[in-house]
């Protein structure tokens, strides 16, 4: 029998965002991450995934930190290795479509500060709404890595997904990642899935996927096997549950292999003593929710995916209605076939989510609506791959005429307004950037960090501050 040619698998680390991210709420700390970025610079990562996804909105709104500042603090830190990031395509990290000037500016400012390979996706796999980041991420010489969002319904085949495939290498794309947010892709599907996307495709194929569902580890041994190039993956601490399958065990699973990494274990036990203390912490203080660290092979029912579930979990917290968890985990999918069954990945994942909440709670469907619901509806996030239930949009939306085009192109040059409103609190270009996602809670931080400079308390102006929208 003649020998396999070596493949080593290229693994991306998720520990400094995805895996943080779907297990404590994106509550890691930049003082947390710096004193073993050394060591995992060592390790010989494809990458580190380490910015983007919620992590920009909890750095501002819980932590008090300049999400910016970590980037460069971490981008410092890692000589050799990669620094990745995961981009919503014309919603960058916020939750509504963004002007095109802003989206350029944002890729430009993220690579500037040391972003290499931006991962790019839209909630409802609608290539038009990533053609600006992906132009943009060319344009400064990034790695542009679109994602497809994973998921299961009638629509959701093999014939689709290369499709897709195939636009996005025309588009640009430096390579693809099968995102795979809840856990849905089982082992043998991963076979059949990658092997139609390498013979259509040229460019590498990363896969991503969690643990929720409980066969994660398997599904990346089927798809490497089928020539799957790249695997994200988490430090065994903050890996499995809603995280992503642990690294160690991966490389372990292809060592003696073909595919190989040549990582040191030794050196990996030794980062995962690092995060281990912060782990057992979360736990004692309640951040970490054994409920997210289970299997629950119902995922394949509900398709929620992990950061998906510890939001519901939160919420229903704060109305005091926990124990209604599994009514709101079935309304759900019925909530996104209504709304012309998206991937559940943000924002689709909160807005039908937040959906399936209020109309579980309020006792009646969609008696009470989100104006995000209302958005989606009214085409505002793009084209779904199924129509809408039209008894649904009509009931939510009226006679509103829904938007067919793609959504940016109704949206005006937003940069210089926001320049102006926020002259007085800028201290670095990218404040602009922070302001124009999260006007509110970037205000709240520029003022907290204008305190810390001045040890003036400025929230006490608040009420007399029309400055900013509240």
């Given at each position: 029998?003649?020998?396999?040619?070596?493949?080593?698998?290229?693994?991306?680390?998720?520990?400094?965002?995805?895996?943080?991210?779907?297990?404590?709420?994106?509550?890691?700390?930049?003082?947390?991450?710096?004193?073993?970025?050394?060591?995992?610079?060592?390790?010989?990562?494809?990458?580190?995934?380490?910015?983007?996804?919620?992590?920009?909105?909890?750095?501002?709104?819980?932590?008090?930190?300049?999400?910016?500042?970590?980037?460069?603090?971490?981008?410092?830190?890692?000589?050799?290795?990669?620094?990745?990031?995961?981009?919503?395509?014309?919603?960058?990290?916020?939750?509504?479509?963004?002007?095109?000037?802003?989206?350029e500016?944002?890729?430009?400012?993220?690579?500037?500060?040391?972003?290499?390979?931006?991962?790019?996706?839209?909630?409802?796999?609608?290539?038009?709404?990533?053609?600006?980041?992906?132009?943009?991420?060319?344009?400064?010489?990034?790695?542009?890595?679109?994602?497809?969002?994973?998921?299961?319904?009638?629509?959701?085949?093999?014939?689709?997904?290369?499709?897709?495939?195939?636009?996005?290498?025309?588009?640009?794309?430096?390579?693809?990642?099968?995102?795979?947010?809840?856990?849905l892709?089982?082992?043998?599907?991963?076979?059949?899935?990658?092997?139609?996307?390498?013979?259509?495709?040229?460019?590498?194929?990363?896969?991503?996927?969690?643990?929720?569902?409980?066969?994660?580890?398997?599904?990346?041994?089927?798809?490497?096997?089928?020539?799957?190039?790249?695997?994200?993956?988490?430090?065994?601490?903050?890996?499995?549950?809603?995280?992503?399958?642990?690294?160690?065990?991966?490389?372990?699973?292809?060592?003696?292999?073909?595919y190989?990494?040549?990582f040191?274990?030794?050196?990996?036990?030794?980062?995962?003593?690092?995060?281990?203390?912060?782990?057992?912490?979360?736990?004692?203080?309640?951040?970490?929710?054994?409920?997210?660290?289970?299997?629950?092979?119902?995922?394949?029912?509900?398709?929620?995916?992990?950061?998906?579930?510890?939001?519901?979990?939160?919420?229903?917290?704060?109305?005091?209605?926990?124990d209604?968890?599994?009514?709101?985990l079935?309304?759900?999918?019925?909530?996104?076939?209504?709304?012309?069954?998206?991937?559940?990945?943000?924002?689709?994942?909160?807005?039908v989510?937040?959906?399936?909440?209020?109309?579980?709670?309020?006792?009646?469907?969609?008696?009470?609506?989100?104006?995000?619901?209302k958005?989606?509806?009214?085409?505002?996030?793009?084209?779904?791959?199924?129509?809408?239930?039209?008894?649904?949009?009509?009931?939510?939306?009226?006679?509103?005429?829904?938007?067919?085009?793609?959504?940016?192109?109704?949206?005006?040059?937003?940069?210089?307004?926001?320049?102006?409103?926020?002259?007085?609190?800028?201290?670095?270009?990218?404040?602009?950037?922070?302001?124009?996602?999260?006007?509110?809670?970037?205000m709240?931080?520029?003022?907290?960090?204008?305190?810390?400079k001045?040890?003036?308390?400025?929230?006490?102006?608040?009420?007399?501050?029309?400055?900013?929208?509240?």
């Amino acid at each position: 029998m003649a020998e396999q040619v070596k493949k080593p698998v290229k693994i991306t680390e998720t520990i400094l965002r995805d895996a943080h991210q779907s297990l404590i709420a994106t509550r890691m700390t930049t003082d947390d991450m710096l004193p073993v970025i050394e060591k995992m610079d060592k390790v010989g990562y494809h990458s580190v995934e380490c910015w983007g996804g919620a992590t920009f909105d909890a750095s501002l709104r819980f932590l008090k930190e300049d999400p910016w500042e970590r980037l460069r603090k971490i981008r410092s830190g890692f000589k050799n290795t990669k620094l990745q990031m995961l981009f919503r395509g014309q919603n960058i990290l916020g939750y509504r479509h963004y002007a095109d000037d802003v989206v350029e500016y944002f890729v430009q400012k993220s690579i500037a500060n040391g972003i290499d390979i931006i991962r790019i996706f839209d909630a409802l796999n609608d290539i038009r709404n990533l053609e600006c980041a992906v132009k943009a991420t060319n344009k400064e010489k990034g790695h542009a890595q679109i994602a497809i969002c994973y998921t299961l319904g009638e629509a959701y085949t093999t014939e689709y997904f290369v499709d897709l495939a195939k636009k996005i290498e025309d588009m640009g794309a430096s390579s693809i990642c099968i995102k795979d947010m809840a856990g849905l892709l089982i082992p043998y599907r991963a076979t059949e899935l990658v092997t139609a996307l390498k013979s259509a495709v040229k460019i590498p194929i990363d896969l991503h996927t969690h643990y929720t569902s409980g066969v994660g580890s398997m599904t990346y041994l089927k798809a490497v096997e089928a020539g799957c190039d790249i695997i994200d993956t988490a430090m065994s601490p903050f890996a499995l549950g809603t995280s992503q399958p642990a690294t160690e065990v991966m490389v372990e699973t292809f060592r003696g292999t073909p595919y190989d990494t040549g990582f040191d274990q030794i050196l990996l036990s030794e980062i995962a003593d690092y995060f281990r203390p912060l782990k057992n912490k979360a736990l004692e203080t309640g951040l970490l929710d054994p409920k997210v660290m289970g299997v629950d092979i119902k995922t394949l029912l509900y398709q929620v995916p992990g950061g998906m579930l510890s939001n519901l979990v939160s919420q229903l917290k704060q109305q005091k209605a926990e124990d209604r968890y599994y009514e709101v985990l079935e309304e759900v999918p019925r909530v996104r076939k209504d709304f012309g069954e998206p991937p559940l990945v943000t924002p689709s994942s909160q807005i039908v989510g937040t959906q399936a909440v209020l109309n579980v709670l309020s006792g009646e469907r969609y008696k009470m609506v989100t104006k995000e619901s209302k958005a989606l509806l009214s085409g505002e996030y793009g084209q779904t791959v199924k129509p809408f239930n039209p008894e649904v949009q009509k009931k939510v939306i009226g006679d509103k005429e829904p938007i067919t085009c793609r959504p940016a192109d109704l949206i005006e040059p937003e940069l210089k307004k926001i320049e102006a409103e926020i002259s007085e609190w800028k201290e670095q270009d990218e404040d602009v950037l922070s302001y124009a996602l999260f006007p509110a809670v970037a205000m709240d931080f520029f003022k907290y960090r204008k305190a810390q400079k001045t040890g003036v308390d400025l929230t006490a102006a608040d009420a007399e501050n029309k400055a900013y929208p509240v």
